[in-house]
T-cell receptor, first 115, second 113 residues
Framework: GAVVSQHPSRVICKSGTSVKIECRSL??????MFWYRQFPKKSLMLMAT?????????EQGVEKDKFLINHASLTLSTLTVTSAHPEDSSFYIC???????????FGEGSRLTVL | AQTVTQSQPEMSVQEAETVTLSCTYD???????LFWYKQPPSRQMILVIR??????QNATENRFSVNFQKAAKSFSLKISDSQLGDTAMYFC??????????FGAGTRLTVKP
């Protein structure tokens, strides 16, 4: 199947700093990418949908100024957590889909810990 | 908005036995996709099985099969001959044409030796 890679897999940062997480589609062009957040022992909650070259569409309750999403190319989307706080600590997962496919491909996830 | 409900937070089964995980969903759409994903401790999402709503035949992948009841909006997963490696979180998911995937709360399955 198609491969989606996230980097970094783990990141620890100090409160008040910004952290960037990358999501890459390695062997297909990802026209749409999605960012999810998962709390321990909970389900995946959709944060935003990003289409290449367009502004991301955020789910209700997700702060767009807090979670900056960029999808500048067909193989890369980034999630930047700005001015991170301990409550932003979580597992973030991206997924991607290409044109004419009815399936999402998931990255390995990134664990963010804010001290 | 679409909702996905998994009413079993935890399930357990003896190795080699069969277990069924329940999932219901709510939608006004006629064409959509349904999925079961497995999430082991590594947290990687692994596709178990997928079903297109327009197909009446239930999907099957080796030991995994679904019972898709479109009118009842039910999509249960049956795991036959359970193996220790099947121990994981299982998520039911719904996706329509816009490819936005929404997940149920998950069922933690434990396979006991």
């Amino acid at each position: 199947g198609a491969v989606v890679s996230q980097h970094p897999s783990r990141v620890i940062c100090k409160s008040g700093t910004s952290v960037k997480i990358e999501c890459r589609s390695l062997d297909f062009q990802a026209t749409t990418m999605f960012w999810y957040r998962q709390f321990p022992k909970k389900s995946l909650m959709l944060m935003a949908t990003s289409n290449e070259g367009s502004k991301a569409t955020y789910e209700q309750g997700v702060e767009k100024d807090k979670f900056l999403i960029n999808h500048a190319s067909l193989t890369l989307s980034t999630l930047t957590v700005t001015s991170a706080h301990p409550e932003d600590s979580s597992f973030y997962i991206c997924s991607a889909t290409g044109a004419n496919t009815g399936e999402l491909f998931f990255g390995e996830g990134s664990r963010l810990t804010v001290l | 908005a679409q909702t996905v409900t998994q009413s079993q937070p935890e399930m357990s089964v003896q190795e080699a036995e069969t277990v069924t995980l329940s999932c219901t969903y709510d939608t006004s759409e006629n064409n959509y996709y349904l999925f079961w994903y497995k999430q082991p401790p590594s947290r990687q999402m692994i596709l178990v099985i997928r079903q297109e709503a327009y197909k009446q035949q239930n999907a099957t992948e080796n030991r995994f099969s679904v019972n898709f009841q479109k009118a009842a909006k039910s999509f249960s997963l049956k795991i036959s001959d359970s193996q220790l490696g099947d121990t994981a979180m299982y998520f039911c998911a719904f996706m329509k044409h816009d490819r936005v995937m929404r997940f149920g709360a998950g069922t933690r399955l434990t396979v006991k030796p």
